[in-house]
Nanobody, 116 residues
Framework: QVHLVESGGGLVQAGGSLRLSCAAS????????MGWYRQPPGKERESVAV???????DYADSVKGRFTISRDNAKSTVYLRMNSLTPEDTAVYYC??????????WGRGTQVTVSS
């Protein structure tokens, strides 16, 4: 069982930045994929970014060039740096991890609200 705890959400103005962090309860070297999903109000959950143990990265088209995912295996933590935020980025952001993508393990989510 892998427990994931997110932090770093909040309220930011359009054009601003936030960094989300997610700490795993196990050595992240034992986890193949770590990353982030989000669920905007009234919409389905969608994959935002994923990084493999080997460093392969994939982003949703809507965040390419604005968001950066990284992982620190020494800290068992994955990060999501979000720049140039827009109101369309408002969502609950979920940390996720697992062998495959979609993953098996989920955090509880952290709210990101971008005001116009």
């Amino acid at each position: 069982q892998v427990h994931l705890v997110e932090s770093g959400g909040g309220l930011v103005q359009a054009g601003g930045s936030l960094r989300l962090s997610c700490a795993a309860s196990v050595n992240s070297l034992s986890i193949n994929n770590m990353g982030w999903y989000r669920q905007p109000p009234g919409k389905e959950r969608e994959s935002v970014a994923v990084i493999s143990r080997g460093g392969t990265i994939d982003y949703a088209d809507s965040v390419k060039g604005r968001f950066t995912i990284s992982r620190d295996n020494a800290k068992s933590t994955v990060y999501l740096r979000m720049n140039s935020l827009t109101p369309e980025d408002t969502a609950v952001y979920y940390c996720a991890a697992g062998v495959r993508w979609p993953p098996s393990y989920w955090g509880r989510g952290t709210q990101v609200t971008v005001s116009s």
